[in-house]
């Protein structure tokens, strides 16, 4: 069957979520020592593809939650533009995420901040990787592992660890509980997902992708499944920034997907009718509160979580959509043409 290891992959994510939890709860202590001896002033995290967009999401939950500066870069920003990365005096913690752990750029980033002195943190699939070895400390997703080329149960596992430390820097542990409620969670949501995506945009020839705070990386990552897996043409923007010019393609034949924040909920409402104005078709992801702007698919998970926990669960509706697209014009998910595992430079 075309697609049968994308999909076995996607079905068994919460199980590695379960096991990404008993992990970093593992690495704890090894990690406060990590945080008191170096004494971060900021943290920097890092990856390629989606292992960068996946920093994203981590990097916005890490400060809104810990007070404490953070922000994601790209790889090959830091060995290409390392002035506009690191700041002369700074004390960066260095989170590099990476499935396969051999990454060239992600593996050369982690070597050039050591070389600077900055303490290093990898989050891998392979924890017997030159990433993980040449971290100060290696958390791993024991369950991430794939045979697939794209990213899925590796990209939510490795996401969730990024949540975790995140949830372990804030003092108010408001995250900390609601992350270890989303491998339950997951497991319904990832059916509903993929059940939901089998029409939706069935022949649409554009996606776009819209999240704002810890769900634009959700959106970039939905764009790239989206790119990879159906070869899809596909966007991703903040909500509000879709108006600035993009909403020129707004119209039939367009299908935004909104992966909606309880932060940007007025205004995101709004969008979603200007979008249908516009002839779009609007799907929009949301949680407990109220649906004001009417979406054409409207999905209330109803599990009241914050948006940096939530975003967990918008993930299984980006890899749905991507495969069932994928699979409906004859492609075949586990074979993205032009694509493999690892770059390797
Ligand atoms: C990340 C990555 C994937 C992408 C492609 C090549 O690798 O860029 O996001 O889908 O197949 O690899 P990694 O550093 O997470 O192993």
């Known amino acids: 069957m075309r697609g ?17 939890i008993r992990s970093f709860d593992g690495a704890t202590p090894a990690l406060d020592r990590l945080f008191r001896e170096s004494n971060p002033d900021e943290v920097l995290f890092t990856g ?6 996946l920093s994203l999401t981590a990097a916005a939950a890490f400060q809104q939650v810990s007070g404490l500066r953070a922000r994601a870069v790209p790889a090959s920003e830091i060995l290409q533009f390392p002035g506009s990365v690191f ?60 045979a697939s080329v794209v990213m899925t149960k590796s990209f939510s596992s490795l996401l969730l660890l990024g949540l975790l430390l995140a949830a372990h820097r804030d003092a108010g ?35 776009v992708f819209l999240g704002g705070g810890p769900a634009h990386g959700i959106a970039w990552e ?13 966007v991703a923007y903040h909500p509000l920034e879709f108006r600035h010019g993009p909403i020129a393609v707004a119209g039939p034949g367009t299908v935004a997907v909104l992966f909606g924040t309880r932060a940007g909920a007025r205004l995101e409402a709004d969008l979603v009718r200007d979008l249908r104005q516009h002839g779009a078709t609007v799907v929009r992801i949301r949680d407990g509160w109220r649906g ?30 991507a495969y069932h697209r994928s699979v409906g014009a004859g492609l075949d998910p586990d074979r993205p043409q032009h694509l493999t595992p690892v770059v390797h430079l």
């Open 292 to 321: 004001r702007g009417e979406a054409d698919v409207d999905v209330n998970l109803n599990v009241h979580l914050s948006d940096e926990a939530r975003c967990l669960l918008y993930v299984p509706f980006a890899q749905a959509l």
């Open 48 to 53: 390629c593809g989606s292992s960068y967009y």
């Open 173 to 207: 542990h408001g995250l900390r509980a609601e992350l270890r409620r989303l491998p339950t969670l997951g497991r319904r949501v990832v059916k509903v997902a993929l059940s939901l995506a089998v029409d939706i945009g069935a022949a649409a020839p554009r996606f």
């Open 87 to 146: 700041v002369p005096g700074a004390r960066p913690l260095l989170v590099a995420s990476s499935r396969s752990g051999t990454t060239t750029e992600t593996v050369w980033a982690l070597e050039a901040a050591r070389r600077r002195g900055i303490a290093t943190l990898s989050l891998t699939c392979a924890s017997r990787s030159p990433l993980a070895r040449r971290a100060d400390l290696c958390i791993p997703s024991p369950r991430g592992r794939e």
């Open 222 to 234: 939905a764009m790239l499944k989206m790119t990879e897996m159906a070869q899809r043409a596909a």
């Open 4 to 20: 049968e290891r994308t999909l076995q992959e996607i079905l068994e994510q919460a199980a590695a979520w379960a096991a990404a």
